[in-house]
């Protein structure tokens, strides 16, 4: 399992963050991502003002527009990090998938909800039979 992270250099946010079964669905997902320029597009506007105090100039913006209030702004590119990694063996992943495992295969809250309701002993010793099976076929890493 590889996850994706796709961090804006300038503003220090996570743009993205996905997981994939396969480094090719990570490749994939990549282009998919440049083709359609979702982390390439235009990610900041910016007044006159502040394009001055990042040292640059209405000549460096891509693209400008100005409000209904006549203010300029304008567009800069941003500038990505994208980090892959392999999560396979990562602590916090190995505890995800064991809860998913076990919530797929506990009694559902339904049968619970029944055998309390119907105060039948026996079905919630089963029911406490079956967790405690779940908990021992896919124990916490």
């Given at each position: 399992m590889f996850e994706l992270i796709v961090k804006n250099k300038k503003e220090s946010q996570v743009t993205f963050r996905g997981r994939f079964p396969s480094i090719d669905k990570v490749h994939e997902q990549i282009r998919s991502a440049e083709e359609r320029k979702l982390w390439g597009r235009p990610a900041l506007k910016l007044t006159e003002e502040e394009l001055g105090k990042m040292g640059l100039t209405a000549k460096?913006?891509?693209?400008?527009?100005?409000?209904?209030?006549?203010?300029?702004?304008?567009?800069?590119?941003?500038?990505?990090?994208?980090?892959?990694?392999?999560?396979?063996?990562?602590?916090?992943?190995?505890?995800?998938?064991?809860?998913?495992?076990?919530?797929?295969?506990?009694?559902?809250?339904?049968?619970?909800?029944?055998?309390?309701?119907e105060q039948d002993q026996q079905a919630i010793m089963k029911l406490q039979e079956r967790r405690q099976a779940v908990k021992a076929k896919y124990p916490k890493p």
């Open positions: 460096d913006a891509i693209s400008s527009e100005t409000s209904p209030l006549g203010t300029v702004a304008f567009s800069i590119p941003a500038e990505y990090d994208i980090v892959i990694r392999d999560i396979t063996e990562d602590p916090e992943f190995k505890l995800e998938q064991c809860h998913q495992k076990r919530r797929a295969e506990y009694p559902t809250l339904e049968e619970l909800v029944v055998a309390l309701f």
